[in-house]
């Protein structure tokens, strides 16, 4: 075991996990309060996604990811880098911006931005259920990420990247928000 691994999981584990998920749906769900549905659907810029579609895009990447962990774990290969720490600092940077798989893509699955939070919120609670009631090792399973620049992540990471993926997004709604000089709740 090498030394990032070991001040890993001796500061990390399913009560961290909890918290990142938890703390990452407030802050996603947040970033959209106060949202009327037609400011929602506004777009910045032709090349950019509305809130909604934002929204979509998340619901639709959370709803596979779980569905990854709970039906296609299998175990972890022998000298599987740990890369837990890489996708803690990196996957909410919005300084590199990502093209997201076809899967993951807005088609406009939600009539309402009321809706797709519903939807949202439920995924996400599957996602803690999920992360409660495991009594494996997460770090001992894995599944092939569906974005081709993750590849293969432990079950571990994967919930990892769950959670920054939310405040990815929290983010890019911020940044909508700014573009369209609509101002958010907290400010």
């Known amino acids: 075991m090498n030394a990032v691994y070991n001040s890993i999981s001796a500061t990390t584990g399913k009560d961290f996990l909890l918290s990142l998920l938890r703390e990452s749906r407030e802050k996603f769900l947040g970033s959209f309060a106060g949202l009327s549905e037609e400011q929602a659907r506004l777009c910045p810029a032709p090349d950019c996604w509305s809130v909604l579609e934002t929204v979509e895009h998340l619901t639709a990447a959370e709803t596979l990811m779980i569905r990854l962990i709970t039906t296609q774990r299998v175990p972890r290969s022998a000298g599987a880098p740990n890369r837990e720490e890489i996708f803690l600092r990196n996957t909410a940077d919005r300084s590199r911006k990502m093209q997201s798989p076809e899967s993951g893509q807005p088609r406009g699955r939600f009539a309402t931005l009321a809706e797709a939070a519903d939807k949202f919120k439920a995924v996400r609670d599957g996602v803690i259920a999920f992360v409660e009631q495991n009594t494996e090792d997460l770090r001992a399973t894995e599944v ?17 990247i769950i959670a920054k993926h939310a405040e990815r997004h929290a983010k890019q709604i911020e940044e909508i928000r700014v573009a369209l000089g609509i101002h958010s709740a907290a400010g």
């Not at 092939?144 to 990892?160: D, F, K, L, N, R």
Request: aromatic share 6%.
């Open 144 to 160: 092939t990420h569906p974005h081709p620049a993750a590849g293969t992540v432990s079950t571990y990471e994967m919930v990892i």
